[in-house]
Each structure stands twice: as structure tokens, then as C-alpha cells.
């Protein structure tokens, strides 16, 4: 499920982020890459072209972004608001329709973090995290609800000199989407990230699960790697890999991109 991953784009490489960058604004830009097949074994890919703004310190995180996507499968898009069905994670419901292509805008995305406990000796850093998703998707692209999405969460990090260790305990509030009967779902991130050479490097893994959201199928579970490098303080490349973890879901998810100071 793609509002997942960017959860954990998010969270996990904006907390190893947090080392190279203290009160500063970033433009991003960076493509993220879906593939997949859907129930009937029909293969269908999708790329999307996300340029943003964010803000990064010490104790928040702000972020807006907005994609523009690009998709193509042997099987018609429909809207679905984002949410699976059957095999299908990326947002598209497969129809009697082939070699379907859209282009247009994708939703847009605000994400916010917020340090509300510092790191102690023995206790972790405690965040407030959340989102809200826009209803701005191009229709033709049938990859929008037409409604609002939010998501709020606690987050915990803990740093241990070169290791970062973190969690995220969430619940997501799913607009209503026509046709479709959905269960708002809680989600759990967890996670341990690594500080390479001089610091100017940083690995992490990753693992992201949802609770139930339609009766009858498995929600998505999904195995997550990153790599960041700051060239210097100004610039930086991130790029993080995913692969679900259950039968049921089939989606391959690939990110990467830079980030500029202003």
C-alpha cells in the first residue's frame, strides 16, 4: 500500500536524516517506482515523480509533496482511494479493460513529525507523527478517492552511538470511498538504522504492517531497505527498496532521490 511506504520513507530516513541536517529547508525531488501483479495474474507498474518541500531540525519535521505519476498495466485503472484489493496494493482496481496508460497528478501529501519527549539516558525520544492526504489525483489515473485520508501516530527513536532504533504505532483514517467497504486500520513500523564512515552515510531496515482493511484479505506486511549519502551538508541522496512479506500482496516498491538545501 503506497501511503504506507511513504510512511516509511518518512520516518525512518527523515530520523537518520535528522543527523545531517538541523533547522534547515530542503527542496526533494525523487521517482518512486511500483510494479505488481493483480488477482487474475495481470502485471501492471507505476512510476511517480515526487517534488516537494520539506523542514528538518532537531525535534520536527515537516514535509508537502505532490507527485506526478505515470502508470501503465494490461488491465483498466478505477478509483479505489489507495486501498487494495485482492493482490492489487498501489491504488488501481484491475478491470476487463488492457494496456491501460494514464498520466496526470497524483494526491497530495503534508506530513509532519514532532519531538514532544527528548532522548534520555535510558528512555527513547517520543514524537508526535501524522499525515493528511489531499484529494488531488488526476481522475483519469483512478488512483484517488476523492476524499481526505489521516494518519496519526506516537513515534519512539533511540540512538546508541552508530545505531538508531525506531518505532512508529499509528492509526489510519480512511475517507469513504463509493463501492468500497473498508475498516480504518492501525499500523506498526519498527526499524534500526546505522551511521557509516564519517557519518556522511546511513543504512537502515525496515519492517511495516497494517491491520485488517477489507474483510477476507490479508493486509499488506513489507520489508523495507534505505541508503542515504550526504555529498555535503547541502546535498543529500536517499534511495529505500520494499517487498511485501505476505502471499496475498504482490507489490515491488522502489525510491530514490535527492534533497537540496535552500
Not at 484517488?144 to 489521516?150: I, M
Request: proline letters at 3%.
Amino acid at each position: 500500500m503506497k501511503t504506507l511506504r511513504i510512511i516509511t520513507l518518512i520516518t525512518a530516513l527523515a530520523a537518520v536524516n535528522s543527523v545531517f541536517a538541523q533547522g534547515k529547508f530542503f527542496v526533494n525531488s525523487y521517482v518512486q517506482f511500483v510494479s505488481g501483479k493483480f488477482e487474475d495474474g495481470a502485471k501492471y507498474s507505476s512510476v511517480f515523480f515526487y517534488n516537494g518541500i520539506k523542514y528538518q531540525a532537531r525535534d520536527l519535521f515537516l514535509s508537502l509533496n505532490i507527485p506526478f505519476v505515470a502508470i501503465s498495466s494490461n488491465g483498466s485503472a478505477d478509483k479505489s482511494g489507495g486501498i487494495p484489493k485482492a493482490t492489487n496494493t498501489s491504488g488501481i482496481l484491475h478491470s476487463e479493460e488492457e494496456n491501460h496508460m494514464a498520466l496526470g497528478f497524483g494526491d497530495l501529501y503534508f506530513n509532519l513529525s514532532y519531538e514532544i519527549i527528548s532522548q534520555g539516558a535510558l528512555f527513547p525520544a517520543v514524537s508526535l507523527d501524522g499525515y493528511v492526504k489531499a484529494p488531488t489525483a488526476s481522475k483519469s489515473l483512478g488512483i484517488g478517492s476523492g476524499s481526505f485520508d489521516y494518519f496519526t501516530a506516537i513515534g519512539l527513536r533511540k540512538n546508541f552511538e552508530r545505531f538508531l532504533l525506531f518505532a512508529q504505532f499509528g492509526y489510519l483514517t480512511l475517507g469513504e470511498v463509493v463501492g468500497s467497504r473498508v475498516d480504518n486500520p492501525f499500523t506498526l513500523s519498527a526499524g534500526v538504522g546505522y551511521l557509516l564512515g564519517s557519518n556522511n552515510q546511513s543504512l537502515y531496515l525496515g519492517y511495516d504492517s497494517y491491520s485488517t482493511i477489507i474483510q477476507g484479505h490479508v493486509p499488506p506486511k513489507q520489508l523495507s531497505f534505505g541508503y542515504n549519502y550526504a555529498f555535503n551538508p547541502r546535498l543529500i541522496f536517499s534511495a529505500i527498496f520494499s517487498l511485501p512479506l505476505d502471499s496475498e500482496n504482490s507489490d515491488l516498491f522502489f525510491s530514490g532521490g535527492f534533497n537540496y538545501e535552500l
